[in-house]
């Protein structure tokens, strides 16, 4: 009996030892799996200029006022001689690639592999789509390669990329980039809740207030990006 036990205890221990050797091996070739990813991305984006990056939710439909308005924040930004990226989706991802295509400008998108709701839309120019499979690749690409953020109605995806956004400014973690709110009824909400709530309890500075602007209109967005850049140079964020 005891002969067993030991045995089995033994069976257990090199179980658990074979298990960690297998999960470690694992992620080390998972390393070169996010390496690649790495790669593919900055050969892309390396290549790409003048960049404001527009987000929102996949769910948008065309046709409606968010949509549109992303479309028209598009146009507006390409008139001002700067170019779109977007998550490469549908919604307002695809209004804003649809946008910058019609107003003449580049028209970039970085994918994201989904179960649901994600698939690449046709306004993306050739040869400007990568698609990821972790989110921290393609945040990446969105945090180093883009000049603004112009953050439309959207979900959890949308509120992540915002309060990274303006996350990594107020840390000095990037230089600083303006950020646009669009949907002023949508915000508000937040807004509220930052102001009443956050800001009373110390959680943040009235200056980190100053770290993002709310508009409804497309030309005044894409004067926030354009102003920005008066006198600057543009570079990458890091």
């Not at 008139?79 to 490469?88: E, I």
């Not at 990568?130 to 393609?138: E, G, I, L, S």
């Not at 600083?176 to 937040?190: D, H, I, N, R």
């Amino acid at each position: 009996m005891n002969d067993g036990s030991t045995r089995s205890l033994h069976d257990v221990v090199q179980d658990r030892q074979l298990g960690g050797l297998m999960s470690a091996q694992e992620d080390v070739w998972r390393i070169f799996r996010v390496m690649a990813e790495f790669v593919d991305g900055f050969t892309l984006m390396s290549n790409q200029e003048n960049l404001v990056s527009i987000f929102g939710s996949a769910r948008t439909q065309p046709g409606t006022p968010y949509y549109e308005m992303a479309t028209q924040v598009a146009h507006e930004l390409v008139k001002r001689g700067f170019n779109v990226l977007t998550g490469g989706g549908p919604g307002i991802m695809e209004a804003a690639n649809k946008g910058a295509q019609e107003g003449g400008g580049a028209s970039v998108g970085v994918n994201i592999e989904l179960t649901h709701e994600q698939f690449p839309n046709p306004y993306v120019d050739k040869n400007s789509l990568v698609t990821f499979r972790h989110f921290f690749v393609r945040k990446v690409m969105f945090m180093k390669y883009a000049h603004g953020f112009i953050v439309l109605p959207g979900g959890f995806g949308t509120l992540d990329e915002f309060f990274e956004a303006v996350t990594l400014i107020q840390t000095h973690k990037t230089k600083q980039f303006p950020v646009v709110l669009m949907g002023a009824e949508y915000w508000k909400g937040l807004l509220e809740w930052i102001k009443e709530v956050m800001l009373p309890a110390g959680m943040i500075s009235p200056q980190d207030l100053n770290l993002f602007e709310l508009t409804d209109d497309p030309s005044k967005a894409a004067d926030v990006v354009d102003s920005f850049y008066k006198g600057r140079r543009m570079i990458t964020n890091f």
